[in-house]
Structures are given as structure tokens and as C-alpha cells.
């Protein structure tokens, strides 16, 4: 759906930057009455600036954005931000102390802050945040509630699809808002939002007024961006401080709640910012004091059924999701239908609707007679979850367990060699191969993760096996499957693109394995 175009004064911008006291000064100072610019959309990316842009300079760790100005002014910016101000820029530059919150500011400003007119719903944590995002979305449309999301597999407004997402889960602040304007200008009351330890960190969240947010998992992820677990856990709980109401998080009649897995390790932490925030909390787990509590869980290679209590009702509900940590995914969403009083009915109808969320424990039919999954577990945690799920499943059919994955370049290393201990622990055959490796050496990453696999047991050509090209991977652990065996596809799940040292290259796993059958059937 196209916007009608925003028109908006700079200076009323200055002023807003200035309440939220991150303006240093205005370079040049006279920015009141008629010469005060007219800002037409707000941009970090100079190629992307137009006539009447507002550029906003960001230093990120291989560019600073300040050294695009120039640039920027050429095409049509009308103004630009920046944190220090530039000699020479022939439009008015808005000095700031933090580019990046000012960036948040900026592009809710040009949007008219539309989160401020939906009901939004954070979910964050290591996995399961996309499988929760549509189980919540779904609880909500049964509800009688239009929702929009925007997550990792896609963004949906007005019930439909806007078009794949990013390898960024969580948008930069300009596309996010405008996203939320999309989801108010079609009649959607709620948008779910799948929020990112980096999107919270980098404040591409900075200026959502929150009304509900989830936590699902922690465990190790994004060192290479964090540092350390602490800092990562600190990102997370921005999304629970965040629920405090005020200005920047306004009312709307939904109250502010905390939804947190009581079962995970790091939960009173986010109990904490919750209680801080002063905003209501619902936990939920398997602990037997969790407010919504996973009493049984009993599952098949497709469905999951869970038994659940709630403060408001009690019963069982079929998903059509394999994985008993979808158990707890489903519980998550339950929780916001108790935060927002939903009728148990909806939010029973609602979860047993999802049959399928893409690359997440997706089976591949085939009539070979073994299975294929593909799931998007890019952690230790993630597979080891997947693979203990399946492996019941698959021993009584007979079978084993087959993985296939890799880990991806220049981002966390220590959980490569985990990550092959775990699932050589697990499988009958490990095959190591390409996930990402963007510009480090492939051989290398695959090497870490195989040491990990020959630490726990496992020999080169035997039962482990390195093949970097992925598409050769795939078809080789197909071609080794044996009856009653379960392949699992791990580390891609949905996305589109596999990244090399070269760029960018078009990629299907599910899409892949279906061409490899199709060949072994015949």
C-alpha cells in the first residue's frame, strides 16, 4: 500500500530532539519561521536520499556515515544530523549527542509515531522469537483483532505480505516505522514486532511504544556483536525497560505487561526490569508456579499437543508444530492473550491455525522412506532442541538422526565447535557445511565445528563429513539417509540468500532438498 507523503517542519523536529535531550546545537542557528526547511522522509543510506531528505550521518563498524554528507546534500537533502558538526554543508546540520537514537526519533517523527496507534507486542530472545511472533498474531486475528507483524521472515500490514524481510530480524528505525505507518494506515489495531538484541541495542526500536513484551529464551548468541553474555542480556532487557509509560510510551488501554519464561536461566532479571518498569507481569513455563503452565506435552514427526492452565481456563491444544520447545512458544502466546483478556476460544482456534511457520521445523514431503526437516536453529542450543525432539521419533521408526549445517562467518566463534559436539552427540551422520561464510575462509569455519564433532567421537569419513558447498551437502546426507532416518537442515531455514566472500548468492534449502528428492524418487 503506497503513503501518502509526509511533509513535516525541521523544527519541530529541533524541538523534539531537544525534549528528549539529545540535541547539542544547530549548525546554522537561525532555524525559526519561514526558514526552517520542509523534511520529506528521513535517511541513513546516502544512495537512498532524495529531494527534501533529512541524512542522518551514522558511524557503523566498517563506515561513518558522516563522510557520505556531501553526498547526501548533492542528491536533495534538505538537512542533515550528525553528531559533530561538518565545515562547508550548505543546509542546516542538527548536532546530536547519539545518532542513532536521533534516528529512531527522526523517522517515528516523519511517520507521525504510529506506534503510538496500534497495540504492539515485543518478542524477543535467543530462539523461538518468529514461531512465538505467529502464534501471537495469529491468537489475535481469531480474536477479531488486524495484526501486523514484522520479524525475520516477513512484514505483514492490513493482511498482507509486504515483501520478504532483511537479514536484519529487526529493521533499521526508518523501515520499522514505516512499517507501523503501513499497519495504521490498514486498519490493523496490532502489530507484533520480532525484536532483536541488535535492534535494541542500535535503538532501531528506540521510539515503539511497547504495550506487551515477551521473553522466550537466553542463551550464548552474538558475542561478536555484544562482547560479552552480560551486555547481550542488557540489550534484551531494554525491550522490558522500555514498557515504562510515559511520552515516548503512552497508554492506549491495554495496560503494560511483561510476559517472561519463568524456565530460563536469566529470568529474574526481566522479572526485575519488569517490576521496574511498573508494568504488570505474567510468567509462564513449566515451573509450577508459572502463570500460564505447560503441564504435558506429547508430540509426532508434524503436531504437538499440549495440556495448559492458565488463572482463566484450563485444556488441551492441538499445534500443528513439531518441537515440544514449541510447547512453550505456544505458552508464550498464550500469556499475551491472558495479558489482554482474550477469549480462551480465540486463542486456542488461533494457535492450532498455524500449520506452519517457514524454515522453522518444516517438514519437506517426500515419499522416500525417511523424513527431511529444515529448521533455521543457527545455535548450539537451537539444534540441540530440534535434534533431541526428533530423535525419539526417528528411533521408532527405526532410523537416526542426519544434520546438516554450518556456522556463519565473522560472527560468534565459540559455538562452533559446540555446535559440532552437539550434534555429534545426536547423529548417526554429521555434515558440516557452508552457512554463511561471508568474507572469512569457509574451510576454516567448517574446520572449528568438525573439531567440536571429533571431540565427541565422530570420524572424517565415516560419519562426519566436510563439504562447504552446501547444495552438495544436502544432496550427499540424502543420498546416505536411510529408512526410518530423520535429516535435519539446520542453520538456513527461510532465508533467500547465502552470503559469501563475493556478495550475495540466491538459495532455497527448502527448494534444494525438494530438487535432490525429486532426482532420488525418480
Excluded at 540441540?384 to 556463519?408: K, M, N, R, Y
Amino acid at each position: 500500500m503506497a503513503m501518502p507523503e509526509t511533509s513535516r517542519p525541521l523544527g519541530d523536529l529541533v524541538a523534539l530532539l531537544a525534549q528528549r535531550r539529545n540535541l547539542v546545537g544547530v549548525v546554522p542557528s537561525a532555524m525559526v519561521g519561514d526558514t526552517t526547511p520542509t523534511i520529506r522522509r528521513v535517511d541513513y543510506d546516502s544512495r537512498h536520499v532524495a529531494q527534501g531528505s533529512l541524512f542522518v550521518a551514522i558511524r557503523g563498524t566498517r563506515q561513518d556515515g558522516h563522510a557520505f554528507v556531501p553526498a547526501a546534500v548533492t542528491a536533495g537533502a534538505a538537512a542533515v544530523l550528525v553528531e559533530r558538526a561538518l565545515p562547508h554543508v550548505p543546509v542546516p546540520q542538527l548536532v546530536v549527542g547519539a545518532a542513532r537514537p536521533a534516528l529512531a526519533t527522526a523517522a517515528a517523527w516523519i511517520e507521525g509515531f504510529p506506534s503510538h496507534q496500534l497495540g504492539v507486542v515485543g518478542i524477543t530472545g535467543t530462539d523461538g522469537k518468529t514461531t512465538a511472533c505467529f502464534l501471537v498474531r495469529s491468537i489475535l486475528e481469531r480474536a477479531g483483532y488486524a495484526c501486523g507483524l514484522t520479524g525475520t521472515v516477513t512484514t505483514i500490514a492490513g493482511g498482507s505480505r509486504l515483501g520478504e524481510s532483511s537479514r536484519s530480524t529487526t529493521p533499521e528505525a526508518p523501515e520499522l516505522q514505516a512499517a507501523l505507518a503501513v499497519m495504521v494506515q490498514s486498519g490493523d489495531r496490532f502489530a507484533v514486532v520480532e525484536s532483536t538484541s541488535h535492534g535494541l541495542a542500535l535503538d532501531r526500536v528506540g521510539e515503539v511504544a511497547y504495550d506487551i513484551a515477551v521473553l522466550t529464551n537466553l542463551t550464548e548468541e552474538h558475542l561478536e556483536f555484544h562482547r560479552t553474555h552480560e551486555a547481550y542480556r542488557a540489550a534484551k532487557r531494554r525491550l522490558f525497560e522500555a514498557l515504562a509509560p510515559g511520552e515516548r510510551n503512552p497508554e492506549k488501554g491495554w495496560g503494560k505487561t511483561g510476559v517472561v519464561n519463568l524456565d530460563d536461566s536469566w529470568s529474574a532479571e526481566f522479572l526485575d526490569a519488569t517490576r521496574h518498569a511498573g508494568a504488570r507481569l505474567i510468567t509462564y513455563g513449566r515451573e509450577p508456579h508459572a502463570d500460564v503452565r505447560l503441564i504435558a506435552a506429547r508430540q509426532d514427526a508434524t503436531t504437538l499437543r499440549v495440556e495448559v492452565e492458565t488463572p482463566r481456563w484450563r485444556g488441551p491444544v492441538n499445534l500443528g508444530l513439531a518441537g515440544t520447545f514449541n510447547g512453550l512458544n505456544a505458552l508464550a502466546a498464550i500469556a499475551v492473550g491472558e495479558a489482554l483478556g482474550l477469549e480462551p476460544g480465540a486463542v486456542r482456534s488461533g494457535l492450532e491455525a498455524v500449520e506452519r511457520v517457514p524454515g522453522r521445523m518444516e517438514q519437506v514431503p517426500t515419499t522416500l522412506p525417511f523424513s527431511v526437516f529444515v529448521d533455521y536453529a543457527h545455535t548450539a542450543n537451537a539444534l540441540g532442541l530440534v535434534l533431541d525432539d526428533l530423535a525419539p521419533v526417528a528411533a521408532a521408526a527405526g532410523g537416526g538422526l542426519v544434520a546438516v549445517f554450518g556456522s556463519a562467518g565473522e560472527r560468534d566463534v565459540v559455538k562452533r565447535s559446540v555446535m559440532g559436539r552437539v550434534a555429534a552427540e545426536r547423529c548417526r551422520l554429521v555434515v558440516v557445511t557452508d552457512e554463511d561464510p561471508r568474507g572469512e575462509s569457509r574451510e576454516r569455519i567448517i574446520e572449528e565445528i568438525a573439531a567440536g564433532a571429533e571431540e565427541a567421537g565422530k570420524v572424517r569419513g565415516r560419519d562426519l563429513l566436510t563439504i562447504p558447498d552446501r547444495a552438495l551437502a544436502i544432496q550427499t546426507a540424502l543420498e546416505q539417509a536411510r529408512p526410518g532416518d530423520i535429516v535435519v537442515l539446520a542453520g538456513k531455514g527461510h532465508e533467500s540468500t547465502i552470503e559469501m566472500a563475493d556478495g550475495s548468492h540466491p538459495w532455497d534449502e527448502r527448494a534444494t532438498a525438494l530438487a535432490v528428492l525429486a532426482a532420488l524418487e525418480g
